[in-house]
Structures are given as C-alpha cells and as structure tokens.
C-alpha cells in the first residue's frame, strides 16, 4: 500500500469514529432529557425585551431606559437581570421622555444599569 492510502485510510478512520462518538453523546443527552421543574416553568420569562436601564437614581425613585420603541406614559413594565433573566423591579413609565430615553419610576425592587425591561 502506497503512503498516500495508508495516510487516506487513516483519516477515514479517524472521521469515523469522531462521527461515532459525537452520535453516542447526542443519544445520551437525549435519552437523560433535562426536563424543567415545574418552579423553574412557572419563573421563565416569556416576554420581549423593550429596552434597558441606562441609570439608575435609587435616591429619587427612577431609572433611565434607553428603549427604542416608544413606551406609553403610565405602562407597567417589569425589570430583569440579563444574567438569569430573574425578575429585579417592577417600573412604571413616566410622560418625561427624550427618544430614545424613558424616564420610569421604581415601583418596586432594586433595578440596576444593564437589566433589561419588558411589558409584563
């Protein structure tokens, strides 16, 4: 056998098995299934984005979100970590708007810069 078969046969045997064992990972995952708890349902967030908080004025009870959709003065939205999506504040828009910057007030929670906010 030339070098150049030998070097053929071997990559494809190589492939072969890669191809085989990425197969066997995938049939393991799928057959363990990582189902959600029913808490873990029940806390997923399930909205779309509107913007996210700029600054927060902790002192005087608001925050500014850079949104670029318009946001109706008196819309309840809700604010959420980026990191685990968990709920942070409840805000709720004020008419003081600069498109596209949103003044809300904090109405519950601790919101901080970086939270992404959505419409409950």
Known sequence: MS??????AALLVSLTLSA???????KKGEQ??????DAQKATAVKVRPVGTISM???DLGFVLIDSPEGLVPGTALKAH??????ETATLSVSPEQ???????????????????????
């Open 32 to 37: 363990s299934g990582v189902e959600a708890t």
């Open 56 to 58: 927060v004025n902790g």
């Open 98 to 120: 600069a498109r596209p910057f949103f003044i809300a007030e904090i109405t519950s929670g601790a919101p901080r810069p970086g939270d992404w906010v959505a419409k409950p």
């Open 20 to 26: 085989c064992a990425t197969h066997r990972a995938g």
């Open 81 to 86: 970590a980026p990191e685990d999506q968990r």
């Open 3 to 8: 070098s150049h078969c030998r070097i053929l």
